[in-house]
């Protein structure tokens, strides 16, 4: 009987499957099913292994694959010794076989051949460096005499997606739960977090999201994380929980509950784990990383990273306010208007600071909403003066009075003079739309500017400044942008040291935060709930009185009837001659209305009254107890809302590689979708500790070409799967493997 690759008998039990299992004890190996003991045999009983794994087979205990899986054998030794058994039955094993051994295979060559198999070198190199015949080598390999390595390609086999199905299906706890072991140990305490280990597999589905590890990367998704989140021990390792939850962001899985219709076993070989966890014990982990504001530690130390990675793009910043609509029931949140919707919703304003590219820095929740005005000077502003970055120092902001530290940009919600003037004091310049421009300007007055806008196009525009004096005696620089159809836009700046050109552009591309807010909505799923929770609100919260609100709401619907009353009163004129009847059926039309006008001046006069005397705004412990109204849990929100603004930037870091070398620049976000959605080959390979991702090849040859650019800058960094010693290696298509 020929000698086999000698299989891997692990000390301690171990589980073939949920029937079969082996164990190894002073050096014999027994095989048993439920407590039945079935078969042994000496360790080094190679015919005697053979001989078992083919009954085994025949039988139905095991497949040939589970074999061939977990004893680390190629498959088709496996195939033969099932082959062998069925022919010639058990004595098949045992009969003495009578191998003439090559005259030019001395022990002196081989060893030199033996060394060269063991250098990863195939039997056709082999035979053509040595001068020998391949089939003399392959008679000599069948015969026993070298010793071939086992190939990522044969590792590979017998890993499909339908039979990594079936071992999912079979795993004796639960669906793809197959690393029984470890699963004990950290059920008793004795593992802090379960080590990836990849093994090899073909097809797994959104294979492409591992393209992106290397921007997560980048991007800081792990860096410094255990000194704000903090786990239990337990199977699941922090790092694991956080890949696959920005995994999930970019394969556009939008919530946890999306995870109940996905194969966890293949999800998991993304992390290296048998099986990624579900829906009940995610939620319990991220309850637990949400605990004593730590996300919002975690968020504010990613954003000082981002500022001071592009310390240019974080000096002039876009601030603007997202309603976020809440269709729940738990509670009743205050109203706001919806402008995508143009309707006034229960709903939530998250107020966002972007860089000029759109990308975001940070958010601030506001479950009470005072305004962008106080948002922005009671906590955007002082984070901002603290942690920006290349601000200028104290001694040049004193000695130059037109000096500033940072520029915001905003719409004209944030339009205040006063306010504009309380920011000027705190050396902070302000962009923003003039909420009452006047009359047009000359045409004279405008000339051709060249402006960049943030993608770096550049444009021409039509402009013209003059210096502006607000309500409150502030000199402010207005700049006029005219489009082709003489419409004119009036834009107010406090900054007066960068020319219009430079504040046409940061004003005209504040789009590009708009179109953050959409594509985040749409693509991230922004808006959804990360918690089903709600919390008190603190009795000191200030809020908008409803009594006010209603009275508001009364008089401007008052004031509009009145208005179009008199505009009607107005229009009414005697068009027919001077007759007595015609002209008493119009003085008696014209008092109607004079009466009706003076009603409804009357109304207007008392409403303002009512309104004058009911206070403005109230305290949380002001309001009736069945006006009062708790706030939506915000902790998992900062935590889960923070990954996807890595998930964003990293997609942002590959679309900027792709857009030179594609056709459609706007299209490298499609592209990317595409590329996340789409199967690949994982290829582990521990001796040159590597993970080959291979992925499948895409709808065109241009995407193709795109993919082999961007796969060739991935590989660049270099980067190494969090917790192992395998290097990333990023390939496209089977004819690039090794």
């Not at 940072?406 to 306010?419: A, I, M, N, Q």
Request: proline residues 5%; aromatic residues 8%.
């Amino acid at each position: 009987m020929p000698q086999v690759q000698m299989p891997f008998f692990p000390e301690g039990v171990t589980h073939v499957n949920h029937m079969l299992g082996f164990s190894r004890k002073d050096g014999s190996i027994s095989y048993f099913t439920g407590n039945i003991r079935m078969y042994s045999h000496e360790v080094e009983d190679s015919a005697s292994f053979k001989m078992i794994i083919a009954q085994i087979c025949v039988n139905g205990i095991a497949k040939q694959a589970d074999i061939a899986r977990t004893f680390g054998i190629p498959f088709l030794t496996v195939k033969r010794a099932v082959k062998l058994y069925r022919q010639e039955g058990v004595r098949g094993f045992y009969k003495p076989r009578n191998h003439r051994s090559a005259a030019v295979l001395t022990s002196e060559v081989c060893e030199q051949l033996q060394g060269l198999f063991d250098a990863g070198l195939s039997l056709t190199q082999v035979a053509q460096q040595s001068g020998l015949k391949r089939d003399t080598l392959s008679k000599a390999v069948r015969a026993g005499k070298f010793r071939l390595p086992v190939r990522a390609t044969d590792a590979a086999l017998g890993c499909s997606k339908s039979e990594r199905s079936d071992q999912d299906s079979a795993a004796a706890m639960g669906m793809g739960a197959s690393n029984v072991e470890a699963r004990v140990a950290a059920s008793l305490g004795e593992l802090v977090a379960v080590a990836p280990l990849f093994q090899s597999a073909l097809d797994v589905p959104y294979g492409g999201v591992l393209m992106a590890l290397p921007a997560l990367m980048a991007v800081g998704l792990l860096d410094d994380v255990e000194r704000y989140l903090k786990l239990p021990e337990g199977y699941y390792g922090l790092d694991s929980l956080l890949l696959l939850c920005a995994f999930m962001a970019l394969a556009r899985l939008d919530s946890m509950e999306s995870l109940r219709y996905c194969a966890p076993g293949e999800w998991g070989k993304l992390l290296g784990l048998d099986r990624i966890p579900e829906v009940r014990t995610m939620r319990q982990k991220l309850r637990l990383l949400s605990q004593d504001g730590r996300p919002e530690q975690w968020g504010a130390a990613l954003s000082d990273r981002w500022m001071n990675l592009d310390p240019d793009n974080a000096s002039v910043l876009y601030i603007d306010g997202h309603v976020r609509v809440y269709h729940g029931h738990q509670t009743k949140l205050p109203r706001h208007h919806v402008a995508r919707q143009r309707l006034c919703l229960r709903a939530t304003t998250d107020y966002w600071v972007n860089a000029m590219d759109g990308q975001p820095f940070f958010m601030v929740n506001q479950a009470v909403d005072p305004g962008l005005i106080e948002v922005i000077e009671r906590d955007i502003v002082p984070r901002l003066i603290e942690r920006v970055p290349t601000q200028p120092a104290e001694q040049p902001l004193q000695e130059t009075a037109r000096l500033h530290r940072l520029t915001l940009v905003f719409d004209r919600e944030g339009y205040s003079p006063d306010f504009l003037q309380r920011m000027k004091k705190l050396r902070v310049a302000c962009v923003t739309y003039h909420k009452f421009p006047g009359q047009d300007w000359a045409d004279e007055e405008f000339r051709a500017w060249p402006v960049r806008l943030h993608t770096g196009e550049l444009v021409t525009m039509d402009l013209a400044e003059r210096g502006t004096r607000l309500s409150n005696n502030l000199w402010v620089r207005e700049i006029r942008k005219r489009t082709k159809h003489a419409q004119q836009t009036a834009v107010i700046a406090t900054d007066f040291g960068s020319n219009p050109a430079q504040l046409a552009g940061a004003m005209f591309s504040r789009w590009s935060q708009e179109n953050f807010f959409k594509y985040a909505r749409q693509q991230f799923g922004l808006d959804r709930l990360a918690d089903h929770c709600t919390e008190e609100i603190p009795d000191t919260t200030r809020l908008v009185n409803p009594a006010w609100r209603a009275l508001d709401g009364e008089l401007r619907k008052v004031s509009a009837k009145l208005s179009r009353a008199m505009a009607q009163f107005g229009a009414t004129t005697m068009t027919q001659g001077i007759d007595v009847e015609p002209m008493e059926t119009w003085i008696a039309k014209k008092a109607a209305m004079q009466e009706d006008i003076e009603q409804q001046q009357a109304a207007v006069a008392t409403l303002k009254e009512q309104r004058k005397a009911t206070p403005h705004h109230v305290t949380m412990a002001e309001l009736p107890e069945d006006q009062r109204f708790r706030q939506l849990r915000t902790h998992s929100k900062h935590l889960v809302d923070t990954i996807k603004m890595i998930a964003y930037r990293a997609e942002t870091a590959m679309a900027n590689i792709l857009r030179p070398v594609i056709k459609r620049p706007d299209e490298a976000r499609t592209l990317l979708r595409a590329l996340y959605a789409t199967e690949a080959d994982l290829i582990p390979d521990m001796n040159a500790q590597t993970l080959t991702v291979r992925l499948h090849h895409m709808a065109q040859k241009s995407s193709d070409n795109a993919m082999q650019r961007l796969c060739d800058q991935l590989n660049a960094t270099e980067t190494f799967f969090p917790r192992t010693s395998l290097r990333l290696v990023l390939k496209l298509g089977a004819d690039q493997n090794p």
